[in-house]
């Protein structure tokens, strides 16, 4: 990207109106921190999903009890976790532990109802359709994808082959993440990355682990991809390179969470090879990626940058100073190719944005963090 395509008008680090004022407190769109999920869908909706598209893949007397919960509980499940021997864990919004007692959930561990051995034969046959051997791909990436973008992860005993995991032999251990796609997560933070023509300013997310910036960038890709007429904002050919199929959570190729019409993903491809891939297929005009690490990611990110498309991905760190720090990240970011940074964190919540950074500068070069925004 030459200077020229930068803009040049702003001061070095000024923070992005209504995101943060000049000495650093965070002011928030309208009254009170944003956090995603302001527009969730109904309890009974998320009740009925579990109902529907999770109890029928497990055993049948854990099944049972899980479908006895009351809706209100079910609406709440993030992860269900299966661990053989041991008794079935409940994750709850906000990061609630309980078990799965005989009567509902429990706080305490000797309480719970135990998975047995029987347990995890049941559910790997009936994810797996009866055939194991059809989850050797699967396995060696540790997950597999239900219909509804459900994620069930595995662990157990690796078998390797030429040094790297080929499948497992037994598997002990099942992670049942429940997937929630959030229509309007992206609401606070999209307005503010509209450069004049409705071009998509680049733009890194930066979040620590479980703050939601996957919920986040899967709702820009959506919303880019319809357009939002109201913002001046114009339907877009958006490429999504998900190589942990959380994005899109594709199954067979087919996104299971609504990305838009104009959407396409490549999944479960190495990030780099992914992302030069969909520019020389699919000619996106915004690109889509997750958790962007490694320096070969970054030259495939710079790649996209040169050829003029718009680049949205994410990094883990607790602020912008962590990932501008970060040696495998630093020549991405010394490039001066990212106009916005935005900061989440859970303080209110998954999803909820500490700031909005403009870090466009007049000169090209990386912009020091402590001149951007205090985030205190």
Not at 17 to 25: F, I, K, L, N
Not at 150 to 156: A, L, M, Q, S
Not at 269 to 274: D, N, V
Not at 292 to 298: H, K, R
Request: proline residues 7%; glycine residues 12%; positive net charge.
């Amino acid at each position: 990207m030459n200077a020229s395509s930068q803009p040049n008008h702003r001061a070095q680090g000024k923070p992005v109106p209504g995101t943060a004022d000049q000495t650093g407190t965070i002011r928030r769109a309208r009254a009170g921190g944003r956090a995603m999920g302001h527009r969730p869908a109904g309890q009974a909706d998320h009740a009925e999903r579990i109902d529907r598209e999770i109890v029928p893949y497990l055993p049948p007397r854990l099944g049972d009890l899980v479908a006895r919960l009351p809706a209100a509980t079910k609406a709440m499940m993030t992860e269900l976790r299966l661990r053989v021997g041991q008794p079935a864990a409940v994750v709850l919004s906000g990061d609630e532990q309980w078990f799965l007692g005989p009567g509902g959930l429990v706080r305490d561990a000797g309480d719970g109802v135990s998975v047995t051995p029987d347990d995890g034969a049941r559910l790997l046959a009936s994810v797996s359709r009866s055939s194991v051997y059809a989850l050797e791909e699967e396995f060696r990436h540790g997950y597999v994808t239900l219909p509804g973008g459900h994620r069930i992860g595995f662990c157990g005993e690796t078998a390797l082959e030429h040094g790297r995991p080929r499948t497992l032999r037994h598997v002990g251990s099942f992670n049942i993440r429940i997937a929630r796609a959030v229509p309007g997560a992206a609401d606070a933070v999209l307005p503010h990355l509209i450069a004049p023509g409705g071009r998509i300013r680049h733009t890194l997310i930066v979040s620590p682990p479980g703050c939601g910036k996957t919920t986040i960038l899967r709702d820009l890709a959506r919303q880019i991809s319809w357009g939002v007429p109201a913002l001046g904002l114009p339907g877009a050919n958006v490429a999504i390179v998900d190589e942990r199929s959380e994005i899109a959570a594709c199954r067979e190729g087919v996104p299971q969470h609504d990305v838009g019409p104009r959407t396409d993903v490549c999944d479960r491809c190495p990030k780099h090879l992914g992302i030069v891939q969909m520019l020389r297929a699919m000619s996106p005009r915004v690109l889509v990626t997750d958790e962007v690490g490694s320096e070969a990611d970054g030259a495939a990110l710079l790649e996209a940058l040169y050829a003029g498309v718009s680049v949205i991905a994410s990094a883990h760190g607790a602020d912008w100073a962590e990932v501008a720090a970060r040696p495998a990240l630093r020549s991405l970011v010394s490039s001066g190719a990212f106009e916005r940074a935005v900061v989440l964190s859970r303080r209110r919540g998954p999803g909820t944005v500490e700031a909005i950074l403009d870090l466009t500068s007049p000169r090209r070069g990386h912009t020091p963090a402590a001149a951007i925004v205090s985030m205190s």
